[in-house]
């Protein structure tokens, strides 16, 4: 009897030990996150500087007349230039040169393996106060930096930081192959210091096409339209807004082709439809021309080429943009300096474009077109102190002290001739951590590059002591 009781003790724990063996073997692998993978593949994104068009001319018949620009106050039909590609003529609602709208399907739905991140409040509205004060800084490679930068921008009483989310480093490994380790660590410092954001999103992959690497249009626009989608439902209610594109009045942010206001408003529509589908909340900002009067292969001037998109558009920008988006770089002039004084001299530029009020000129545009209504977002704006004297930059350079004493007084500007339509108003930059003073933006920045040290610049002391 004992031993058929002891035999069954044997037994029974025998079975207990071989389940227990088993179970351990089953049990389910440690998830690797998301925000972890391809972090080592990523390539560093190309920076597109701003770009000033081309310098004075030492006549003194330069002016801004001589330049062959729409001017916002008259008709395209009666002011578009002879040498205007007839993809924009003012006959037809879009350019006949771009490609077919049909055949660039426009997405319906977020894709089902859609990760959306919790939001931290209720979302804002897409009227913005005038003016919303932020600054660009570029947090992709080093995050004690980045933690840094966010904390002096929101110290300096800002509440916006734009930032750049390049495509190709994100989706770059292949289709639907996403890296969120640099994107998820941003938003993240941004929302624990209470700032919103600004994405600029704009250098495809190579899989996409679109004359890689030079930055330009995807191939097909729904590729593009997927990616929209799956970033902003995943930050839904983190990301305030989104820039499509960056200066596509250029070639070399059209993929080296001749710039074309037609085909960006029909990629501008499809972004737009996307991002909503992931967001509803989320404001879509158009591309911040690049401020040039120059008609070469290379650029087309931006009012000509805002104009020309609200034909495109058929005059109405609904489902296509929330904001405009502009940029105003202030060249050699005070901000407050009338744009027909620096067109009548050659010293100053010699055209409306080269100077802070440039905006303006892009305001009446929207106003001529029924977009009295709608803000603009001017997305880049600032003075250089590039003393370098082979620098195409060098002959509207300022002083740091005079930098920041524009600064202030463009804000004031603002607040006090442009309100209400002027919302966020991004200036450049907080310097990135590898800038030398043999790079161009060096000069442009508002605080010195470096780290652990913190070292300003006298505009950013006098933007963090200026009344908001």
Not at 184 to 204: G, K, P
Not at 242 to 258: I, M, S, T
Not at 267 to 294: E, Q
Not at 398 to 426: C, H
Request: aromatic letters at 10%; hydrophobic letters at 35%.
């Amino acid at each position: 009897m004992f031993q058929r009781k002891l035999a069954g003790r044997l037994l029974m724990f025998t079975l207990l030990v071989a389940f227990l063996a088993t179970a351990g073997a089953c049990s389910l692998p440690t998830p690797t996150p998301t925000a972890r993978l391809l972090a080592t593949k990523t390539p560093k994104p190309t920076f597109t500087p701003l770009m000033p068009t081309d310098a004075p001319a030492t006549s003194s018949t330069s002016t801004g007349a001589a330049t062959p620009t729409l001017a916002p106050t008259m008709t395209s039909q009666s002011t578009t230039p002879q040498t205007a590609p007839s993809e924009i003529a003012s006959s037809t609602v879009e350019p006949t040169k771009t490609a077919n709208p049909t055949a660039t399907p426009e997405p319906t739905s977020v894709p089902p393996t859609l990760t959306v991140l919790p939001p931290t409040a209720a979302p804002k509205t897409l009227r913005m106060r005038s003016p919303e004060y932020g600054m660009q800084a570029f947090m992709w490679w080093r995050p004690e930096v980045a933690s840094r930068d966010v904390q002096i921008i929101r110290e300096a009483g800002f509440g916006w930081v734009k930032v750049n989310f390049g495509w190709r480093d994100i989706e770059g490994a292949g289709k639907g192959q996403f890296d969120w380790s640099h994107t998820d660590r941003i938003v993240e410092m941004a929302r624990a210091n209470d700032l919103d954001i600004v994405v600029r999103v704009d250098h495809q992959p190579a899989w996409a096409g679109g004359g890689f690497p030079v930055n330009g249009p995807p191939d097909n626009l729904q590729d593009l339209a997927d990616f929209f989608t799956t970033l902003a439902g995943r930050y839904r209610g983190q990301i305030r807004a989104y820039e499509v594109w960056n200066e596509p009045n250029l070639a070399r942010e059209w993929g080296g082709k001749l710039p074309d206001p037609g085909a960006y408003v029909k990629l501008l529509r499809v972004a737009y439809r996307a991002i909503k589908a992931g967001d509803p909340n989320a404001m879509v900002i158009s591309a911040g021309l690049s401020p040039t009067g120059s008609w070469t292969n290379e650029a087309r001037p931006d009012d000509w080429y805002l104009e020309s998109m609200y034909i495109a558009m058929g005059g109405n920008s609904d489902g296509y943009f929330d904001v405009l988006g502009a940029h105003g770089a202030g060249y050699k002039s005070p901000p407050e300096r009338d744009p027909a004084e620096v067109a009548a001299n050659p010293d100053l530029g010699g055209h409306r474009s080269m100077c802070f009020r440039r905006v303006e000129d892009l305001r009446a545009i929207m106003v001529k077109y029924g977009d009295g209504d709608k803000q603009i977002a001017l997305l880049e704006f600032g003075w250089t102190s590039d003393p370098r004297p082979g620098s195409p930059y060098n002959w509207h350079a300022v002083s740091e002290e005079t930098k920041a004493d524009y600064f202030v007084r463009a804000y004031q500007y603002a607040k006090q001739n442009w309100s209400p339509w002027i919302g966020l108003m991004s200036l450049i930059y907080v310097a990135d951590h590898d800038w030398t003073p043999n790079d161009e933006q060096y000069w442009w920045a508002i605080t010195e590059p470096g780290w652990p040290q913190f070292k300003p610049r006298p505009a950013y002391i006098a933007l963090k002591n200026m009344p908001k």
